[in-house]
């Protein structure tokens, strides 16, 4: 009983282990807002067109999304409070917002489409204060982001510089510097206290670049923004650049799907065509698409050239099949004509021999062959003799022929392997024999010559280059050269 209760302690265990091991997926949650339809200020043209698409890039990339357009007070308090609870011991929380905002006694503000801002109170009660978004993002236990669109230029500043004078605040152009938090990335459309471009195609410069960056794989979120600010820059001729506050401890990553880098790392070496075209067509601009299209086309070349090499091995087969049989056949008419031959003059020549007599007996007398059975002996000896001499010609011809046939299977095989740009069989495993056909042995003239054709080389050479070659294959490499 005890050793069964050890066992069951051990596979309880072994199997809390085994939870625990797994993983749980990463939890990546955003808040999207685009304010444009003002009604106490200027529409921005821009502004749900950079919403609507950064919700379309954080989905993509596995972000859970809270969005509103053209949000009131109460509407941007309702997105701020779901977003937080969603946003509680997330792996990842993002807040983006394009829009009006502005700083008023050095702390930002976040404008409603309503609002209505003549003075410090509609500051205070009619906006929504960035440090309401700080706060939501800190429920996060893992990376904060906060992307802020939203230095354009405001007319509310103008009717609160009105009052500046005599009320005794502050207020200046753009957002002031956020304090930034541990673990925390706040990216800004422009330096602090300057103001934005709207931009006049679909999306502000900022935003372009953003969804743009933000849909390439494998970019650590450092220098996905470093090339949002240098792309923002180019584009507005240096008149806005982005400013990136930044306090990670270690990479972070938007978009966590495979580069280009690493799906051709993993399929660089595999014989699946299918594998290659997809490659080709998923990143036509990548560096790695001409190796792609090289090895592509040296599997095709290789598979024609394989079927090609099944068809010529059955027909040297069948070639050499018939061969054979006709070589058997005349070695059967020259033994038996041979036969023939010798019976003849065996029996030429016990038929010659004197007859024995017996001891002390007189001798025999022998009588002269007729003169007609000695001429139909040489006639007779003569046609054996021919029937022999032809039967040895025609397996002197077979064995012409066997020989013609080889070379014409060399030269064959010598053109397919021009093709396929190696030298040597087309067998799977690249061996420098001549294709073995049934019956066809091998002479020592039929033999690989020593050291490496040319084209065998452009083969080790491009395969070296593609990160495909064995040992072996570096060996031979160095015969090449």
Not at 175 to 200: E, K, S
Request: glycine share 6%; proline share 5%.
């Amino acid at each position: 009983m005890t050793l069964v209760a050890r066992l069951c302690g051990l596979l309880l265990m072994l199997w809390s282990g085994l939870a625990l091991a797994e993983t749980p997926p990463d939890r990546r949650v955003a808040l999207v807002i685009g304010n444009s339809s003002y009604r106490n200020a200027p529409a921005l043209p821009n502004t749900v067109n950079d919403a609507r698409d950064m919700v379309t890039a954080l989905r993509k990339v596995g972000f859970e999304v809270v969005d509103g357009i053209d949000l009131d007070k109460r509407g941007m308090d309702a997105a701020l409070t779901r977003f937080a609870r969603l946003a509680q011991d997330a792996d990842a929380a993002m807040f983006y917002f394009a829009g009006h905002g502005f700083q008023f006694n050095g702390e930002n503000y976040l404008v409603p489409v309503e609002a209505k801002i003549e003075d410090e109170v509609g500051v205070q009660y009619e906006t929504t204060r960035l440090n309401d978004v700080v706060t939501a993002l800190n429920y996060a236990k893992g990376v904060k982001i906060m992307v802020l669109d939203a230095c354009r230029n405001n007319p509310f500043v103008g009717l609160l510089a009105k009052r500046q004078a005599t009320r005794g605040f502050s207020v200046g152009s753009g957002l002031a510097p956020v304090q930034r938090a541990q673990g925390m990335v706040i990216a800004y459309a422009t330096q602090a206290n300057d103001v934005a471009a709207d931009g006049a195609g679909r999306n502000s410069p900022f935003t372009a670049a953003l969804v743009r960056e933000i849909d390439q794989p494998g970019l650590e979120v450092a220098a996905l923004f470093r090339r949002v600010q240098k792309s923002v820059y180019d584009t507005t001729a240096g008149k806005q650049t982005p400013e990136l506050s930044l306090s990670l401890l270690g990479d972070f990553y938007l978009n966590r799907e495979e580069t280009d880098a690493d799906v051709w790392r993993r399929i660089r070496a595999s014989d699946d065509t299918t594998a290659l075209q997809a490659f080709i067509q998923r990143y036509p601009q990548s560096f790695f698409v001409i190796d792609a299209r090289t090895r592509l086309d040296l599997l095709e070349r290789r598979s024609l050239v394989s079927s090609d090499r099944e068809k010529l091995i059955r027909e040297f087969a069948e070639r050499e099949r018939a061969l054979l049989q006709r070589l058997e056949r005349a070695e059967q008419g020259r033994r038996q004509a041979a036969d023939d031959l010798a019976r003849k003059d065996i029996g030429d020549a016990v038929g010659a021999s004197p007859p024995v007599s017996a001891p002390g007996s007189a001798p025999v007398a022998i009588a002269p062959a007729p003169p007609a059975s000695r001429t139909q002996d040489k006639a007779e000896r003569a046609r054996l003799a021919d029937e022999l001499a032809r039967r040895e010609a025609e397996l002197a011809a077979i064995e012409t022929e066997k020989q013609r046939l080889a070379e014409e299977r060399r030269n064959v095989e010598q053109a397919m392997a021009a093709r396929l740009g190696v030298s040597g069989s087309l067998s799977p495993n690249r061996s420098t024999q001549p294709i073995a056909l049934p019956g066809a042995a091998l002479r020592p003239s039929d033999a690989a010559p020593r050291g490496r054709a040319s084209g065998e080389c452009a083969e080790l050479l491009m395969r070296a280059q593609l990160g495909d070659l064995t040992p072996a294959g570096r060996e031979q490499l160095r015969q090449c050269r």
